[in-house]
């Protein structure tokens, strides 16, 4: 089964509109990590944000917000008044206790801001 | 400083060759991560070191042998490689269990 699913494979934006990256997990551990990386064409992967199972306090960092509900077991992840800049293929990732070091990620949302 | 640089950029090898792929880190991190991308999925895990011990091995052929000469460094040594084993190349390290992985820019291999 998919520990992470990101159901949203492709999305397309005008800039300067609000986008939100949808992403859901499964984990039967009590403590787990949450994390979204960016994937720009060059290739790299960029660590955005680590959110652990007990702090579900929602994150904003400049235009980047996160929205973390244990309830509905997800992690979104909006970015506002997006930019051709953030154009990238992102990833929602759980690690848990009991796995490690093993991140599972999600299949990735390629996010495409029309200029 | 949260950098991990990865040599070479580039690599076109052929099927019989032997290459090294190269990964380096001076976070001060105790475990470091080899992934491989194929265009549009998600990287999947190889191998995981774990202070200098090999603590995953995701069944990868062993064409890919892995080596943590320390600490810092993780190298990747191929052999007699296939042509469904071009990918991009990830090398990362975290400072501790399940904590974010830190991610190289990648060695973009070509096998003829």
């Known amino acids: 089964a998919q520990k992470v699913t990101q159901a949203q494979t492709e999305i397309s934006v005008v800039e300067k509109e609000d986008v939100t990256l949808d992403c859901v997990y499964e984990t039967r551990d009590t403590t787990y990590y949450l994390f979204w990386y960016k994937q720009p064409p060059s290739g790299e992967l960029v660590f955005l944000i680590r959110r652990n199972s007990f702090d579900e306090q929602n994150e904003i960092s400049g235009r980047y917000s996160w929205n973390f509900q244990k309830s509905t077991s997800s992690f979104n992840f909006t970015i506002t008044a997006s930019q051709v800049v953030d154009s990238a293929v992102y990833f929602c990732?759980?690690?848990?206790?009991?796995?490690?070091?093993?991140?599972?990620f999600g299949t990735g949302t390629s996010l495409t801001v029309i200029p | 400083d949260t950098e991990v640089t990865q040599t070479p950029k580039h690599l076109v090898m052929g099927m019989t060759n032997k290459k090294s792929l190269k990964c380096e880190q001076h976070m001060g991190h105790r475990a470091m991560y080899w992934y491989k991308q194929k265009a549009k999925k998600p990287p999947e895990l190889m191998f995981v070191?774990?202070?200098?011990?090999?603590?995953i091995n995701e069944s990868v052929p062993s064409r890919f042998s892995p080596e943590c000469p320390n600490s810092s460094l993780l190298n990747l040594h191929l052999h007699a490689l296939q042509p469904e084993d071009s990918a991009l190349y990830l090398c990362?390290?975290?400072?501790?269990?399940?904590?974010?992985?830190?991610f190289g820019p990648g060695t973009r291999l070509t096998v003829t």
């Open positions: 990732a759980l690690s848990e206790s009991y796995t490690g070091n093993q991140f599972y």
């Open positions: 990362a390290s975290s400072q501790k269990m399940y904590y974010e992985q830190y």
């Open positions: 070191y774990s202070y200098e011990k090999l603590s």
